[in-house]
């Protein structure tokens, strides 16, 4: 049963502040946790990017729930 890690961060973080968390995301995502991400600000699109170049499991969360069939999938 795999772990889950929810990202949710404050929109004023700092640059340093943002890759300490993503690197916290990517130390919890190589142990087995699924990222789970609205990916709205910087600091969550930072996060949800490393965590999908590096290939581990990643659900974003729409809004709008999922596109239409035949449509481009939005990713930040």
């Known amino acids: ?4 890690q929810v990202i949710a961060l404050s929109r004023s973080l700092s640059l340093p502040q943002i890759d300490e968390a993503v690197s916290r995301a990517l130390s919890n995502a190589e142990r087995g946790a699924v990222t789970y991400t609205a990916a709205i600000n910087e600091g969550e699109k930072a996060v949800s990017k490393a965590v999908r170049t590096n ?3 990643l659900v974003i969360i729409m809004l709008d729930g999922f596109p239409q069939e035949g449509t481009d999938a939005w990713f930040p």
């Open 55 to 57: 290939g581990y499991p």
């Open 1 to 4: 049963y795999p772990d889950r």
